[in-house]
């Protein structure tokens, strides 16, 4: 397995942005998968993006489009995910994760990072 390691998260006013970073140890990265979901109080736990482990496919829940970005970068062993125009609604946990291949389901992915806490204000 892979661990994770994620950080970025903060507080931020409604129309600013936040970069959360994914740190990956242990089996090589490429192998993976990453996505980064999102878990508020008393809601289940929802795919924000996740990208192919060549970077080559993505995937974006439909309410962060054309507002967050996932990327990549192999070198450094890091995940990314931009995040900009935030909204009071996008305040959660926010977690990495990693699977063997891109899916939408939190039981595929085998590896979970901490959590990182992202607090937008209105």
């Known amino acids: 397995q892979v661990q994770l390691v994620e950080s970025g998260g903060g507080l931020v006013q409604a129309g600013g942005s936040l970069r959360l970073s994914c740190a990956a140890s242990?089996?090589?990265?490429?192998?993976?998968?990453m996505g980064w979901f999102r878990q508020a109080p008393g809601k289940e736990r929802e795919l924000v993006a996740a990208?192919?482990?060549?970077?080559?496919?993505?995937y974006y829940q439909d309410s962060v489009k054309g507002r967050f970005a996932i990327s990549g970068d192999n070198a450094k062993n890091t995940v990314y995910l931009q995040m900009s125009r935030l909204r009071p609604e996008d305040t959660a946990v926010y977690y990495c994760?990693?699977?063997?291949?891109?899916?939408?389901?939190?039981?595929?992915?085998?590896?979970w990072g901490q959590g990182t806490q992202v607090t937008v204000s209105s």
């Open positions: 990208r192919s482990n060549s970077g080559v496919r993505t």
């Open positions: 242990g089996r090589a990265f490429s192998n993976y998968a």
């Open positions: 994760a990693a699977a063997r291949g891109l899916s939408y389901s939190p039981d595929d992915y085998t590896s």
